[in-house]
């Protein structure tokens, strides 16, 4: 085997032959001839593609690797590593695309001399697209030797798509399967923050990790009516970010779109300190002590105040503005404490005094990474001379556009209604330079009224309630239906219960388990967690019922994740009515019967579903039983930090059908009384917050 061969393993060797990873550790241990390990470690050893692919053919376990498993395995294989890889395989595909009639003669070399040949019309490539001064650099002929079956690869998939698609599969994989090396922003933030920037001909992204905010904005200045963008300018202290990102735009983009991607210090060493950009989208390292705060002391950028030590983020504020053309417009993703700290005041009072701070708008929870904050997004506008600085600053804050149920997170967030409700501030704010009051989500502030000691710019600081705007009429609503609710809790509290005279655990009813009734066909028993969206092409969105909605009586509130670049959508299990689905993790003993509005719904990660056939088993009847406390302590595991429940050990008596709907409706009953219970909870708490809220604010009379 070649020392440049591309090495793959266990879990690639289950990617490419569609099976677990189980399977992979029974073949080594049942067949001799299993490919020996050549690298890794004892742990996690990797074993060569070539003699992997090899025995998985002889054996019937392969008839073809696909060409983009094969690319990709050379990619995590290579030997330099896969960002070498990612760098050598964006400029084939840039040589590809510029080159595509002298491609195939190129092609044609024996490897070896392939390796030769490349590096002359690399060079010419990189330099046309580039410029001499880049974060791409030419590889050698010796770099490139062992990135030769990636190249004739790449080319491959190139042909079958177009080199762009084929990058961004590669580079979308490679951040996927590593994402804790890699601060990223999310299309979604990316998107709007390029909608509030607006159109833009040149765009500066000074911390431009991955591309990804100059490639939104590439893509928002590319509809129709807008102006086209012509230079996308980016610099990152990582010179592997830095290449990448050259490659993902130039790839990205027309050949008439100027492409300029640096490497360096951008606070220490800016690469483009004569820039006037129309447009600077940044989301910049947080919470940074080392950014030169003793080398920068009498930097020309400090239009606004030398930022202290902590101040990191203003440092970056003032950046972008000094990169901008006057009336440019620049949009940061900031952490909330920059809004608030003291030692910030007095570059964010003289920042709201000259009129280059225009809104500050605070995302949800899980809208960008750190994704346990709140971020917040700052507007600015530096300022052209001789015009008056506006008279108001936009704040917004969008948490009561998160339709998370409890627990919240990424994955819960209606990032559309979002979007919706910042944009729907800000462009006829930014028209008009004044906006009417939208109580608990936006509102046009007095500068004047900023300035005061603090400067605190926290949008929630300065924005009334939402039920401010409803006072008692709304508190009245919610009484009257906390009295209704509380009316039915009553009639539906259950009867006294009649005693048999039986001792408890005396009573010996013939059993069975869910396991037996699943083999004998008396129901079907599914586990969730699979399925991603565009399964059902132009069937709209589909909710997910997650283990927390099961746990709080709660309509589905989760989403299905987007199908992988490289592979079709997954079909989902779709819940109907009368299915039953159990929650398997945190030692609860919880079922439910799904009714008609939550059916048509996906069924979450660890929840398991059982479907029963009416003519054999009655769901109200199914799900009481599972509830007993005593099946909870039969099924339970304990092996591992979480108590799971193993669905298939469940058990329940064998009874006539006629006998199990007696008990199903009983425990139907008792259903409808805990969910009574709920709400009369939810709407207490809401009346008892609404009581405070409207005595505090002065909407409601003591």
Partial sequence: ????????????????????????????????????????????????????????????????????????????????????????????????????????????????????????????????????????????????????????????????????????????????????????????????????????????????????????????????????????????????????????????????????????????????????????????????????????????????????????????????????????????????????????????????RRGALRAVVALPAGAAPPYGIPLHLWVLRRPVPGERPAAELLLVDTASEATAAAGGGRDRLDWPAVETAVLGAWRPFDRDGTLGETPGESRAVPVIDLLDDDVDLAPARHLPPPAAAEGAAQLTGVRTRLTETLRRTRELTPPPAADTGAAPGTVRWPATTVGELARAGALTLRAGGAGTAGAHPGSGPVAVLTDTDVLAGQAPSGTLPEAPADGPAEEPVLLAAGDVVVPVLGGGSVARVVDATTAGAALGRNVHLLRPDPAALDPWFLAGFLRATANKRKASSYASTATRLDVRRLQLPRLPLVEQRRYGARFRALAEFEEALRLAGRLGEQLVQGMYDGLADGTVEP
């Fill in 1 to 352: 085997m070649s020392e440049s061969a591309a090495e793959v393993t266990a879990a690639g060797i289950a990617r490419l032959a569609g099976v677990g990873r189980a399977a992979v550790s029974n073949w080594r241990r049942r067949h001799a001839d299993f490919p020996k390990p050549v690298g890794g470690t004892e742990t996690s050893p990797s074993f060569a593609l070539a003699d992997v692919e090899s025995w998985l053919r002889v054996q019937g376990k392969l008839a073809e690797v696909p060409l983009r498993e094969r690319v990709w395995q050379e990619v995590v294989g290579h030997p330099a590593g896969p960002v070498t890889a990612l760098v050598h395989a964006g400029s084939a595909l840039l040589l590809v695309r510029a080159r595509a009639a002298a491609w195939p003669a190129l092609a044609t070399a024996p490897d070896e001399r392939l390796a030769e040949l490349l590096p002359v019309p690399l060079e010419e490539t990189l330099t046309e697209r580039f410029g001499v001064e880049r974060a791409v650099r030419t590889p050698t002929a010796g770099e490139l030797a062992p990135s030769v079956p990636l190249v004739r690869g790449v080319a491959e998939l190139a042909a079958g798509a177009s080199p762009r698609e084929a990058f961004d599969f590669l580079l979308g994989r490679h951040l996927d399967a590593n994402p804790r090396q890699y601060t990223l922003t999310p299309a979604g933030p990316a998107a709007l923050m390029a909608a509030l920037a607006g159109p833009a001909a040149t765009v500066l992204d000074p911390a431009c990790g991955t591309g990804a905010l100059l490639t939104a904005a590439a893509a928002a200045t590319a509809e129709p009516d807008t102006p086209t963008v012509t230079a996308l300018h980016g610099q990152d202290a990582d010179p592997d970010l830095a290449a990448l990102t050259a490659l993902r735009l130039a790839l990205g983009t027309a050949t008439a779109v100027d492409v300029r991607v640096l490497s360096g210090d951008t606070l220490r060493a800016d690469a483009s300190p004569t820039l006037t950009a129309d447009a600077v989208l940044c989301h910049p390292p947080f919470n940074e002590r080392n950014w030169g705060h003793d080398e920068l002391a009498y930097d020309p950028r400090w239009e606004y105040g030398f930022p202290a030590r902590t101040e990191s983020e203003l440092a970056w504020v003032q950046h972008c503005l000094a990169r901008l053309r006057p009336g440019g417009t620049a949009v940061l993703l900031m952490p909330p404490a920059a809004a608030s700290r003291r030692s910030g005041r007095r570059i964010r009072a003289d920042l709201l």
